[in-house]
């Protein structure tokens, strides 16, 4: 008799230990129906005219609308969400992580490191210092990384960051928002913007800084009074951004064929890009620039600095070079010879091509669902 009540104690108890696996494991999983909870985090529009903001709002806009099926997107709330995504590394963030990711994962978007700090902003040595370690630790913080260019894996690397948490997965515009006008359209939003009709346009946006190659830009436009010059965009950090004072005295009295636009609002950037004839952007640091992208959707050739970091991501897309003289033979080629002009434009409508809505977003759902199955 006792050994009747022995085994059937053991079967209940490896029944009820087996009935409490499955809870457990069930309980982390979705019922079915649900969806799975990201909570994106961010303050990059809260400083307008850099690109961090319009990668935000183009990725944000494209879960929601592509994927409102399957994941339920909120923005800057107070919730424990399956996925909390960080765009930006703001200090409550960091300090509020614990409670937010209590239930969840962490993904933490890679959009600056310290060498593009460096060449943007002036800071005092010891407030640079404090703020680098205070950004590798917050990214070493999060379960996930990812970053917009893959070159930055093996950077993040160099950091003690293990390059396994880090996943590739490209910038992408909207072809609603950026697209080609028809000839007559361009000529009036020459005339908008006070740009002579039959001149070879040649434009640029980005931050005026000289990471972005502004002095290059100025100089070039001096040496070359026959084309038009403009560039869009301002000082998003203020005094603090690296060369303002000498910046502020170019803007004060520039070259008569170069138009500062200043800092032009994301909804007004489609027009900026059909006035040019070219997209030239002779930055020295970059990730990924949301500018290129814009411009590609309008189908100008785009002329950028020959960098390593294009190499992964913008193949045969655009034209290169390395010095004022090398810029300023791409510019007259492209102004003087047709056929060299076509294939900057057949390059630059490959490059949308290949960054399309529904390879990105296909990206996205792969990573998110890999994410929350881990967890």
């Known amino acids: ?44 529009t809260t400083v307008p005219g850099q690109g961090v903001g319009s990668a935000y709002m183009e ?34 963030y960091f300090l509020g992580r614990p409670f937010a990711t209590s239930n969840g994962s962490s993904v933490g978007y890679v ?23 205070y950004m590798i630790k917050f990214y070493d913080s999060m379960d996930y990384l990812v970053v917009v260019n893959p070159y930055f894996i093996g950077r993040l690397e160099q950091y003690g960051i293990d390059r396994k948490k880090v996943t590739y997965i490209p910038n992408y515009v909207s072809s ?13 939003l020459r005339d908008k913007y006070g740009i002579p009709r039959d001149k070879f346009v040649v434009v640029c946006a980005g931050q005026t800084q000289v990471r972005k190659g502004f002095f290059d830009f100025v100089e070039i436009a001096k ?24 910046i502020s005295k170019i803007m004060e009295n520039p070259p008569a064929n170069l138009k500062l636009l200043g800092i032009i609002p994301r909804d007004d950037m489609n027009e900026i890009y059909n006035l040019g004839d070219v997209m030239f952007l002779p930055s020295f640091e970059e990730l990924f620039p949301m500018t290129i992208l814009e411009a590609m959707c309008v189908n ?55 960054y399309s809505k529904e390879h990105v977003v296909k990206m996205w759902d792969e990573f998110y669902t890999k994410v929350h199955e881990k967890r």
């Open 59 to 92: 990725q944000v806009k494209l879960i929601k609308e592509e994927l409102a099926d399957k994941y339920e997107v909120t923005e800057n709330a107070h919730i424990k969400a399956d996925i909390t995504h960080y765009h930006t590394i703001n200090l409550g």
């Open 1 to 44: 008799m006792n050994k009747k009540i022995l085994a059937a104690a053991a079967i209940f108890a490896a029944a009820a230990a087996l009935g409490y696996a499955l809870f457990k494991r069930s309980g982390n999983k979705k019922p079915a129906g649900k969806k799975i909870t990201v909570n994106m985090k961010s303050q990059a």
């Open 111 to 133: 959009h600056m490191l310290p060498e593009t700090i460096e060449t943007s902003l002036k800071l005092p040595k010891f407030a640079k210092s404090v703020f680098y370690k």
């Open 176 to 188: 609603e928002k950026f697209h080609p006008v028809s000839a007559e359209e361009k000529m009036k």
């Open 223 to 246: 040496q070359r009074p026959d084309m038009e010059f403009a560039w869009a965009g301002g000082f998003s950090f203020g005094a603090i951004t690296d060369g303002y004072k000498e």
């Open 300 to 354: 100008v050739p785009i002329l950028l600095r020959d960098l390593e970091i294009y190499n992964d991501i913008l193949f045969d897309f655009y034209y290169r070079e390395t010095s004022i003289e090398g810029f300023i033979n791409e510019l007259v080629k492209l102004r003087d010879n047709h056929a060299y002009y076509h294939n900057g434009v057949e390059a630059s409508i490959r490059g949308n091509a290949f």
